[in-house]
């Protein structure tokens, strides 16, 4: 087996796919641990790996699709001859689908057992017509895939026992970095209220959806049949990054290159004829055009927004009725505007908090260890008073407004942001009304609406930096009056809505922006079960043959056989792409991924956001003088290299090494 540097560096982020996550790892190699520290070398050093610390991720159980493995795999073992003779009845194949997707976003789908026809499909790979070469790493290969489940569950088994698995921190509590954070160094934070402070249940995107949907009756005289045609909120339709064409009425889902990766018409999917057609061929729009007729999705609240718009058009559609699809967008934003405006939910959510919210147990925790820690705290919502006085004191109690030095409320992010001149006003606690007064401090115990950051910075009074905090050689020693503290990265602001709470604060103010993002919570669960990360492990294998097999054919002009046998392993990939997509369960697959590339919201909370955690109350795993360090800060191709043949142990000819461990 090849142990040269290059291979050891190339197998590193295909084994990061097998075996446990990096805080598993450390402490398998920890003193602490021999048993562990053993049982990994072991598996390790089969694939001559040595332990140097690298992220492994946490190996999973066997799929529902292997459970015939063994019966699979007895006929995988032929020669390269007999394989390239029935490649023709064994390659994948991939079909489009325009049903209606309704598993839940936010649950693991359980898969029925598919039929030994099916297993064979997804791991049964295509064989090259003449290439012997080809043929027996492509052998291999399937050997590999089909074998991997087996033994998968098998390292789990064993590093479960030993305790390797355990960690402090479940993965969908974490706190995740973008870039380096030094907490101890932050002196003042900032909260959000809506799903950033509070969270809610299921019930307000119904209340909102319904409210919005009379409206349209209502106020745009929309047929009263639509009222009775059993429209609800579908939490397994919508996920949040979306973004709706104007012109179309489509739903779509961006990659970060702005190409749209899926559109959905209503409920029916657009086919990739119609997106080249509509997007100039290239899925994609003009920066100008772009900006003119997708209107982005990116906040919670838009999940009933997106809903609504699908099931309108689809109504349409469904009955044969002409309509504008242009127009039925702006009735539905208009509507749904004006649900919010009206305050008409904030008054039913307000008068009923159990039902609309969710507790949040560690909350007030998470707020009196920053308080303790001598950082300010500073409360800017977008909702007016009373709303969020009955949520806060639902969740933390009626003195929640003693941990903050400063409650703004109506802020109208993210005008705050942006203007210079928009006075504060004071609101009077007891009546809720505004008064008329002068506002030229901010003080502790009172609250104030509209403001801008720019009147802030003029009503403070606070130094810009901590005197607690040691300061180095290299940090600039100067103290700031006026609230100049409040322009730099010494603010950390925690909120939802990147575009709303973030992108503005981070992009003109400096300030140290988190994303509370439960979207990675979920998915971070889903990713560890079974089913998932075994379509990972087989779309790595698939693409490692991909490259492998090129280089084995050469830099010559391909053949037919040549191009046939790659576009049947790329179909194949797609397969197995879709099945993940699929298991996620809504039709749109992750908020991270848009399709196979990384989407449109995952770049932006790159960009944007230093931090982001699935919700608030994760910060109490960490000190307020924690230091978070990206994972990794690699973006190109040439510094995230992929394994080679001979550290998968493809090159033996022993019919043993075809066990990956």
Same mark, same amino acid.
């Given at each position: 087996?090849?142990?040269?540097?290059?291979?050891?560096?190339?197998?590193?982020?295909?084994?990061?796919?097998?075996?446990?996550?990096?805080?598993?790892?450390?402490?398998?190699?920890?003193?602490?641990?021999?048993?562990?520290?053993?049982?990994?070398?072991?598996?390790?050093?089969?694939?001559?790996?040595?332990?140097?610390?690298?992220?492994?991720?946490?190996?999973?159980?066997?799929?529902?699709?292997?459970?015939?493995?063994?019966?699979?795999?007895?006929?995988?073992?032929?020669?390269?001859?007999?394989?390239?003779?029935?490649?023709?009845?064994?390659?994948?194949?991939?079909?489009?689908?325009?049903?209606?997707?309704?598993?839940?976003?936010?649950?693991?789908?359980?898969?029925?057992?598919?039929?030994?026809?099916?297993?064979?499909?997804?791991?049964?790979?295509?064989?090259?017509?003449?290439?012997?070469?080809?043929?027996?790493?492509?052998?291999?290969?399937?050997?590999?895939?089909?074998?991997?489940?087996?033994?998968?569950?098998?390292?789990?088994?064993?590093?479960?026992?030993?305790?390797?698995?355990?960690?402090?921190?479940?993965?969908?509590?974490?706190?995740?970095?973008?870039?380096?954070?030094?907490?101890?160094?932050? *002196?003042?934070?900032?909260?959000?209220?809506?799903?950033?402070?509070?969270?809610?249940?299921?019930?307000?995107? *119904?209340?909102?959806?319904?409210?919005?949907?009379?409206?349209?009756?209502?106020?745009?005289?929309?047929?009263?049949?639509?009222?009775?045609?059993?429209?609800?909120?579908?939490?397994?339709?919508?996920?949040?990054?979306?973004?709706?064409?104007?012109?179309?009425?489509?739903?779509?889902?961006?990659?970060?290159?702005?190409?749209?990766?899926?559109?959905?018409?209503?409920?029916?999917?657009?086919?990739?004829?119609?997106?080249?057609?509509?997007?100039?061929?290239?899925?994609?729009?003009?920066?100008?055009?772009?900006?003119?007729?997708?209107?982005?999705?990116?906040?919670?609240?838009?999940?009933?927004?997106?809903?609504?718009?699908?099931?309108?058009?689809?109504?349409?559609?469904?009955?044969?009725?002409?309509?504008?699809?242009?127009?039925?967008?702006?009735?539905?934003?208009?509507?749904?505007?004006?649900?919010?405006?009206?305050?008409?939910?904030?008054?039913?959510?307000?008068?009923?908090?159990?039902?609309?919210?969710?507790?949040?147990?560690?909350?007030?925790?998470?707020?009196?260890?920053?308080?303790?820690?001598?950082?300010?705290?500073?409360?800017?919502?977008?909702?007016?008073?009373?709303?969020?006085?009955?949520?806060?004191?639902?969740?933390?109690?009626?003195?929640?407004?003693?941990?903050? *030095?400063?409650?703004?409320?109506?802020?109208?992010?993210?005008?705050?942001?942006?203007?210079?001149?928009?006075?504060?006003?004071?609101?009077?606690?007891?009546?809720?009304?505004?008064?008329?007064?002068?506002?030229?401090?901010?003080?502790?115990?009172?609250?104030?609406?509209?403001?801008?950051?720019?009147?802030?910075?003029?009503?403070?009074?606070?130094?810009?930096?901590?005197?607690?905090?040691?300061?180095?050689?290299?940090?600039?020693?100067?103290?700031?009056?006026?609230?100049?503290?409040?322009?730099?990265?010494?603010?950390?602001?925690?909120?939802?809505?990147?575009?709303?709470?973030?992108? *503005?604060?981070?992009?003109?103010?400096?300030?140290?922006?988190?994303?509370?993002?439960?979207?990675?919570?979920?998915?971070?669960?889903?990713?560890?079960?079974?089913?998932?990360?075994?379509?990972?492990?087989?779309?790595?294998?698939?693409?490692?043959?991909?490259?492998?097999?090129?280089?084995?054919?050469?830099?010559?002009?391909?053949?037919?056989?040549?191009?046939?046998?790659?576009?049947?392993?790329?179909?194949?990939?797609?397969?197995?792409?879709?099945?993940?997509?699929?298991?996620?369960?809504?039709?749109?697959?992750?908020?991270?991924?848009?399709?196979?590339?990384?989407?449109?919201?995952?770049?932006?909370?790159?960009?944007?956001?230093?931090?982001?955690?699935?919700?608030?109350?994760?910060?109490?795993?960490?000190?307020?003088?924690?230091?978070?360090?990206?994972?990794?800060?690699?973006?190109?191709?040439?510094?995230?290299?992929?394994?080679?043949?001979?550290?998968?142990?493809?090159?033996?000819?022993?019919?043993?090494?075809?066990?990956?461990?």
């Amino acid at each position: 087996m090849n142990t040269d540097p290059c291979c050891f560096m190339k197998i590193v982020s295909t084994v990061t796919l097998l075996l446990m996550n990096t805080a598993t790892v450390s402490r398998a190699f920890s003193p602490s641990s021999p048993s562990s520290s053993r049982l990994i070398h072991k598996k390790m050093t089969a694939l001559d790996i040595r332990p140097s610390g690298y992220p492994i991720r946490r190996a999973t159980s066997i799929s529902p699709l292997f459970v015939s493995t063994d019966q699979s795999s007895s006929s995988s073992g032929s020669s390269s001859s007999s394989s390239s003779s029935s490649s023709s009845s064994s390659s994948a194949q991939i079909t489009s689908t325009n049903e209606d997707t309704t598993s839940s976003p936010t649950k693991f789908q359980n898969q029925p057992k598919k039929s030994q026809q099916e297993i064979n499909r997804y791991t049964t790979l295509p064989r090259h017509k003449t290439n012997g070469q080809v043929n027996e790493t492509l052998d291999k290969i399937e050997k590999t895939v089909r074998h991997l489940y087996k033994d998968s569950l098998n390292i789990r088994s064993e590093l479960k026992e030993s305790g390797v698995l355990e960690t402090e921190i479940p993965q969908s509590e974490k706190v995740y970095a973008n870039s380096y954070v030094d907490l101890g160094k932050v *002196d003042t934070v900032g909260f959000d209220y809506d799903y950033t402070l509070v969270t809610y249940t299921i019930e307000l995107l *119904d209340l909102i959806y319904d409210m919005a949907l009379k409206r349209l009756v209502k106020d745009f005289q929309y047929p009263e049949e639509i009222l009775d045609a059993g429209l609800k909120f579908d939490p397994k339709f919508s996920i949040r990054g979306l973004a709706v064409d104007r012109e179309t009425g489509w739903i779509c889902h961006l990659s970060y290159t702005h190409k749209v990766a899926v559109a959905y018409e209503g409920r029916r999917k657009v086919s990739r004829e119609r997106l080249m057609k509509e997007y100039t061929g290239k899925r994609a729009l003009k920066p100008s055009e772009r900006k003119k007729r997708l209107k982005p999705l990116n906040d919670l609240f838009s999940m009933a927004e997106c809903c609504l718009i699908a099931d309108v058009v689809q109504f349409f559609h469904e009955r044969s009725l002409p309509f504008c699809p242009k127009n039925a967008v702006y009735d539905v934003l208009s509507a749904i505007g004006s649900t919010h405006i009206s305050g008409d939910f904030h008054r039913i959510v307000a008068e009923d908090p159990a039902q609309y919210f969710e507790p949040r147990p560690h909350l007030k925790e998470v707020l009196r260890k920053l308080k303790d820690s001598g950082k300010r705290m500073i409360f800017v919502s977008n909702s007016p008073f009373w709303y969020v006085d009955a949520g806060m004191k639902y969740v933390i109690g009626d003195h929640w407004r003693d941990m903050w *030095d400063a409650v703004i409320v109506s802020a109208g992010k993210p005008r705050f942001y942006t203007e210079t001149a928009r006075p504060f006003r004071e609101v009077n606690r007891e009546t809720g009304k505004m008064e008329f007064k002068r506002v030229e401090r901010i003080e502790a115990g009172r609250v104030y609406s509209d403001g801008c950051l720019t009147e802030l910075t003029k009503c403070l009074d606070w130094y810009s930096t901590n005197a607690n905090v040691p300061q180095s050689d290299d940090d600039v020693q100067i103290n700031f009056t006026g609230g100049s503290s409040l322009t730099s990265p010494n603010v950390l602001y925690i909120g939802d809505s990147l575009f709303a709470d973030l992108v *503005d604060a981070k992009r003109d103010f400096g300030w140290t922006t988190a994303a509370v993002t439960p979207e990675v919570g979920w998915e971070t669960d889903f990713a560890e079960k079974v089913q998932f990360s075994n379509a990972q492990n087989a779309i790595d294998l698939l693409l490692f043959s991909l490259r492998e097999i090129q280089e084995q054919l050469g830099n010559g002009i391909r053949s037919d056989d040549d191009i046939d046998v790659i576009v049947k392993l790329e179909k194949m990939v797609a397969l197995w792409r879709e099945e993940q997509n699929n298991l996620l369960g809504n039709p749109f697959g992750s908020v991270f991924r848009a399709k196979y590339q990384p989407s449109l919201f995952a770049h932006s909370l790159r960009r944007y956001c230093d931090l982001y955690m699935p919700n608030t109350c994760a910060l109490r795993h960490y000190s307020p003088q924690h230091r978070f360090y990206p994972e990794d800060a690699r973006l190109l191709s040439h510094e995230i290299q992929t394994a080679n043949p001979e550290c998968w142990g493809l090159g033996s000819d022993a019919e043993g090494s075809m066990d990956l461990f």
